[in-house]
């Protein structure tokens, strides 16, 4: 009984930490589908997303109800990083985009640094933390002698980013915009001879990605009190691009699915022995799905165009 | 379909460069407080004195108290005259958070021809410093680091706070008899040599005054989420009476928040690490049952205490912490053996630090030891719905 209730414990702590993974996965995982290229930069613009929450939340809206706190702190952080986003992709990526996949790969480690490195200069070094108030006391389930415990902060990150996903699917399947993304995501200059302005569709990718990564920012921060720093769009990115390699990378509900398989697996070697070794595991997972799974768990292998 | 292993490679190629560019990113940031004053020849009317101290990154606030502490205690001894008219002068390298650049610093100190060196926090950062001063023969005063390894240097390292064997120590005898505490679990820093430390130290004192330790974990500086271990450590049998979390204050906070979260409700005890306001940024403002060791407590009667609080809230408008205190009490130590010595070359300031006997210091009456360690009290906090009031004082048995 007590194994068990450890064992769905750590599901539900694994689940909620690979929510925050799923949603700037699916970031990375956009832009590689339009452009195949990795934007090492979406972790820094998730990291700015922390940061215009925390401005909006306690400055702008600091006198607002908690509901409109959260509310319109989502939208102008997903409006903020959309646009910081689209702003990337004009001034760094655009100029280059037919200069090779190493000078675009290149770049956007220069943009990442420059985002970290502006960041500690404009915000400060300093770790900080803030919550949106009146999220109250976790939830407590009990099942006869089993008791699990469910933080109200991270079950809305969970219904947000379901909700998030699905809208993005929507977007992606049903519309006109979604099926131009889909399009030129299959071959760009076949797109563009059909007519479509792969220009736009490329901003609208990177818009989307963004915005999410703001939405993620806010809600991993402002709902949970966790600290943040300038730094830390380095290291979650990096989860967050091996959790969307490891979905198939090009594939958003791959992106989903490799999110929540490393929170989870964050969450069982974490509460493990090997708790010194969870990041080293993250790797490993990696490497392993991709020696039986080359294009990942969901991709699928191409013939490569000669 | 034919199999393509090319996207796979590349992948796997780009995770592994991946991961070296953050490797680097983790060693960036570079350093506001430092640089500025490097390559200039020391003005031979001035005595400079070294500061290096992480006046950036996750220990921001450590570095940035104890160069307080400092410039308030040298701005007091040039007030007073200075030495035999001779001013005193702090110049301030920024670690960083970061034991490599914590070298660095230093290296640019000895080249300023500094007379002494003050610093650091960190244990770790400290013993990649201390080598240096060792080898240029410039005595190292390290305000707060608690590591025993730090003064085995050798016999020029120096400090003005208790060490981790007597803190922890301390916080055991705590649980122990206040808290009255059987068992405790331990969730420690893997990669800080602080946190690791006070853990062995404390599992040897606790299970000799009869206590078990049942279950053990750790987390890494860069962790965000401890939920994972946390479960683990409530589920241990027999359960934990306390748990010992030895970090710093960044992660600290946000553990005893995330362990109220999963209604873990039993006393968290911790050491000095803890002591820094933005404690109740992470943990948030309804924490209590939760206590650690301390230097000192700003509401202590004592006259030396007083004044020193007044004089620090006239000039930055601020309570001190105890890292505050230190750096005060190192530099003003620093100061009482400059007054002492022979002369200011290495080997007489070095003879003069070791002769200190009952330095009235804010953090206590300070007596240099054999091991050049401070024999002094300490102080048990308590965090209360976002403030740390003092408990109890224990003094050295």
């Known amino acids: ?306 | 379909m034919v199999m393509n292993r090319k996207p796979a490679l590349l992948l796997a190629g780009l995770a592994a460069l991946a991961l070296v560019w953050a490797g680097c990113k983790g060693a960036q940031n570079e350093g506001a407080g430092g640089g500025g004053a490097t390559g200039q020849t020391p003005d031979r009317d001035v005595i400079l004195i070294g500061h290096y101290g992480s006046m950036t990154g996750d220990q921001a606030t450590f570095g940035k108290s104890t160069d307080n502490g400092i410039r308030l205690a040298i701005e007091e001894i040039n007030a007073a005259g200075g030495l035999n008219g001779k001013k005193l002068e702090v110049r301030t390298e920024d670690t960083a958070s970061d034991a490599q650049k914590a070298e660095t610093a230093v290296k640019r100190l000895v080249d300023m021809k500094v007379t002494a060196v003050l610093g650091e926090v960190a244990s770790s950062h400290s013993m990649a410093g201390g080598p240096i001063c060792q080898r240029n023969q410039i005595p190292m005063i390290s305000p707060s680091s608690t590591n025993p390894k730090v003064t085995e240097i050798g016999d020029y390292i120096f400090r003005v706070c208790f060490i981790d064997p007597y803190q922890a120590a301390v916080v055991a005898r705590f649980a122990r008899s206040s808290l009255n505490a059987k068992t405790a679990a331990i969730f420690y820093d893997a990669g800080q040599a602080y946190s690791v430390g006070f853990r062995d130290e404390f599992k040897k004192a606790f299970t000799q005054m009869g206590g078990t330790i049942v279950q053990e974990a750790s987390y890494t500086s860069s962790d965000k989420d401890f939920k994972a271990q946390l479960t683990r450590i409530k589920a241990a049998t027999p359960a934990p009476d306390c748990i010992l979390v030895p970090g710093y204050y960044t992660q600290a906070g946000t553990i005893v928040k995330q362990a109220r979260d999963l209604d873990i409700n039993v006393p968290i005890l911790g050491g000095d690490g803890w002591d820094s306001q933005d404690f109740h940024t992470y943990a948030g403002a309804n924490i209590t049952n939760a206590y650690f060791s301390n230097h000192m407590a700003t509401d202590d009667p004592n006259p030396t205490v007083k004044k020193f609080v007044e004089a620090y809230k006239a000039k930055y408008g601020a309570t001190p912490d105890a890292l505050a205190a230190l750096g005060y009490d190192s530099a003003k130590l620093l100061f009482d053996a400059m007054k002492r010595a022979r002369s200011l070359n290495g080997p007489d300031l070095r003879d003069a630090i070791a002769a200190t006997k009952d330095f009235d210091g804010v953090s206590g009456k300070i007596t240099m030891n054999a091991q050049r360690n401070a024999d002094k009290s300490a102080v048990i906090l308590e965090v209360y719905n976002g403030t740390f009031r003092f408990k109890e004082r224990i003094e050295k048995p």
């Open chain 1, 1 to 306: 009984m007590e194994a068990l209730q450890l064992f769905l414990q750590q599901l539900i702590n694994g689940i909620q930490i690979g929510s925050v993974y799923a949603l700037i996965a699916v970031g990375y995982t956009m832009v590689y589908g339009v452009l195949r290229f990795i934007n090492f930069a979406h972790g820094d613009v998730y990291m700015l997303g922390a940061y215009f929450g925390l401005f909006a939340v306690t400055g702008l809206l600091a006198n607002q109800t908690p509901l409109v706190q959260g509310l319109a702190g989502l939208l102008i952080c997903m409006a903020a990083c959309g646009a910081i986003g689209v702003l990337i992709e004009r001034a760094a990526y655009r100029p280059i985009r037919k200069s090779g996949r190493l000078a675009a790969l290149i770049t956007a480690i220069g943009v990442s640094f420059l985002l970290s490195n502006g960041a500690q200069a404009l915000f400060e070094a300093r770790p900080r933390a803030y919550i949106i108030s009146g999220i109250g006391d976790p939830f407590k389930l009990n099942f006869g002698a089993l008791q699990l415990i469910l933080d109200k902060g991270q079950l809305i990150i969970l219904l947000a980013a379901i909700v998030l996903t699905l809208l993005l699917v929507y977007i992606v399947r049903f519309t006109t915009v979604g099926k131009a993304i889909r399009a030129v995501s299959f071959d760009r200059e076949a797109a563009s001879l059909m007519g479509i302005n792969t220009d736009t569709v490329i901003t609208l990718t990177f818009l989307i990605g963004s915005s999410l990564a703001g939405a993620a920012g806010l809600l991993s921060y402002g709902l949970t009190r966790n600290n943040f720093d300038p730094l830390l769009g380095v290291a979650l990115g990096l989860k967050a691009f091996i959790a969307a390699v490891l979905g198939g990378i090009g594939n958003i509900a791959g992106a989903v699915l490799g999110g929540l398989l490393m929170g989870l697996a964050e969450a069982f070697v974490g509460g493990s022995e090997l708790s010194p070794f969870r990041d080293a595991f993250a790797f490993l997972i990696l490497i392993s799905v991709l020696m039986f799974r080359p294009a990942g768990i969901l991709g699928k292998n191409v013939v490569e165009k000669v």
